[in-house]
């Protein structure tokens, strides 16, 4: 199984400054098509989670534009260009480029 | 777009559950369908996923022989049978509408407990 190692497991940050978080993987996740699904997720307190990024670096419909995604076969970051209060939770990535799907474990990103 | 889990509930070690997930909103037979899961305090865990039809599943390692997922095209829900249940199958389990390879709308989830 492909396992997810994300970095840091926590982020504090302070308020308007920038953020960013590393997803690391255990083998290539681009897959026998050419395709590589590596998204990542927003957890908030008490929520379910919500996709922000899909694809490395494509934008789900929504998501404030300071949130990105980079990143190519093994190594991958999402970056928040300006922390703002609503951001505070947990992010995870996550491999759908082959079975099962993984998730890393999460950074908790807090405010300083 | 709307996904409503239910089944959850105290269910002893050794036990069975099934859980339901009813979706609204859009072409339910168009999409694959996930289950994803929490423990308390924990991380999300991937459990299986179903091809639009149902000829197609997928199970982690964790649930692969215990856990069976199908759905109902007509009755736009998808399900997730489980067996064997122990402590550590304690969580909330979500589904989620699969866009683009990964879990895009996510349901509120419904909390399943083991425990004797």
């Known amino acids: 199984d492909v396992v997810l190692t994300q970095s840091p497991v926590s982020l504090p940050v302070t308020l308007g400054q920038p953020a960013s978080i590393a997803c690391r993987s255990s083998?290539?996740?681009?897959?026998?098509?050419?395709?590589?699904?590596l998204s990542w997720f927003q957890q908030r307190p008490g929520q379910s989670p919500r996709r922000l990024i899909y694809e490395v670096s494509k934008r789900d419909s929504g998501v404030p534009d300071r949130f990105s995604g980079s990143g190519s076969d093994t190594d991958f970051t999402l970056k928040i260009s300006r922390v703002e209060a609503e951001d505070v939770g947990v992010y995870y990535c996550?491999?759908?480029?082959?079975?099962?799907?993984?998730f890393g474990q999460g950074t908790k990103l807090e405010i300083k | 777009v709307q996904l409503v889990e239910s089944g959850g509930g105290l269910v002893q070690p050794g036990g069975s559950l099934i859980l339901s997930c009813a979706a609204s909103g859009f072409s339910f037979n168009n999409y694959w369908i996930n289950w994803v899961r929490q423990a308390p305090g924990k991380g999300l865990v991937w459990v299986a996923i179903i091809n639009t039809d149902g000829s197609t599943t997928g199970y982690a390692d964790s649930v692969k022989g215990r856990f069976t997922i199908s759905r109902d095209n007509a009755r736009n829900t998808a399900y997730l049978q489980m067996n064997s249940l122990g402590a550590d199958d304690t969580a909330l389990y979500y589904c989620?509408?699969?866009?683009?390879?990964?879990?895009?709308?996510w349901g509120q989830g419904t909390l399943v407990t083991v425990s004797s």
């Open positions: 996550m491999q759908g480029s082959q079975w099962p799907y993984t």
């Open positions: 989620a509408r699969d866009v683009a390879g990964s879990p895009h709308s």
């Open positions: 083998q290539s996740l681009v897959n026998s098509a050419g395709n590589t699904y």
